[in-house]
């Protein structure tokens, strides 16, 4: 249950991010908050990171389902690990996150900009947050 909890946080945490961005700002609007350095973008993203696979809108909802799916079967049989726990709900989050956005309007809404890295959102945050901690445990449990 600990995984959903947190997977339906990361999701309402992206949505209401990527809400306030569409409500507030024109499409490509540029906000410094550190001129330079960090700024506020709003974009639009057909594809994953880096725009890779663009227009693939159908696949990665699929994907996204899928480990929806997944997490549903196999849940019983996750590490008992608040690491685990946690890691896969920030990965699903995420991944549900983006999907919403792919299956409704077609692309995904990315704001933070760092000048040095291409434009993300929090549903990217919580796929890379999830998989370092899934890939932490397994780091420190490999031999059991």
Same mark, same amino acid.
């Given at each position: 249950?600990a $995984? &959903?909890?947190?997977?339906?946080?990361?999701l309402?945490? *992206?949505?209401?991010? +990527? !809400?306030? $961005?569409?409500?507030?700002?024109?499409?490509?609007?540029? /906000?410094p908050?550190?001129?330079?350095?960090?700024?506020?973008? !709003?974009?639009l @993203? +057909? =594809?994953?990171a880096f725009?890779?696979?663009e @227009? +693939?809108?159908?696949?990665f909802?699929?994907?996204?389902?899928?480990?929806?799916?997944?997490?549903?079967? &196999?849940?019983? !049989?996750?590490?008992?690990? @608040?690491?685990?726990?946690?890691?896969?709900?920030?990965?699903? =989050?995420g991944?549900?996150? @983006?999907?919403v956005?792919? #299956? #409704?309007?077609?692309? $995904?809404? *990315?704001f &933070? *900009? &760092?000048? /040095?890295w291409? $434009?993300?959102?929090?549903a *990217? /945050?919580g /796929?890379?947050?999830?998989?370092f901690l899934?890939?932490?445990y397994?780091w420190?449990? =490999?031999?059991d």
């Open positions: 249950m $995984v &959903f909890i947190i997977a339906i946080i990361v309402l945490a *992206d949505q209401a991010s +990527k !809400y306030a $961005v569409v409500q507030h700002m024109m499409l490509h609007e540029s /906000i908050v550190i001129p330079g350095f960090f700024h506020i973008t !709003y974009i @993203n +057909k =594809g994953a725009g890779f696979l @227009n +693939k809108r159908w696949l909802v699929a994907v996204a389902a899928c480990l929806f799916v997944l997490c549903v079967i &196999f849940r019983r !049989y996750l590490p008992q690990s @608040n690491l685990v726990y946690t890691g896969v709900g920030f990965l699903l =989050g991944a549900l996150g @983006n999907a956005e792919r #299956f #409704f309007f077609g692309a $995904v809404t *990315d &933070f *900009d &760092f000048r /040095i291409p $434009v993300f959102n929090v *990217d /945050i /796929i890379v947050v999830g998989v899934l890939l932490v397994c420190t449990h =490999g031999s």
